[in-house]
């Protein structure tokens, strides 16, 4: 799941926690949409912590170039 998933859920769980008045028999909308708030922070934070793992930089390790003559082998 994405970022824009999770941002997804987020909204529809406020949705469901507040600005809706059904009633369900059996079923809690104040809860799922609580339910789904809490995923979509959780998802969010894991989100963010990958990509910014994902983007540390590393630099390419240099290669040193020796010119020996010594090392020559002119025939």
């Known amino acids: 799941m994405g970022l824009g998933g999770c941002i997804i859920l987020i909204a529809v769980g406020a949705i469901l926690t507040f ?40 630099p390419p390790p240099t290669a040193q170039v020796v010119d020996d003559p010594a090392a020559r082998r002119d025939g």
């Not at 909308?29 to 708030?37: A, Q, S, T």
């Not at 995923?39 to 983007?55: A, E, K």
């Open 19 to 58: 600005a809706t008045d059904w009633d369900m028999q059996g079923v809690n909308l104040d809860l799922v949409g609580i339910i789904f708030m809490i995923v979509g922070l959780i998802g969010v934070t894991v989100f963010s912590s990958i990509y910014r793992r994902r983007r540390v930089v590393v």
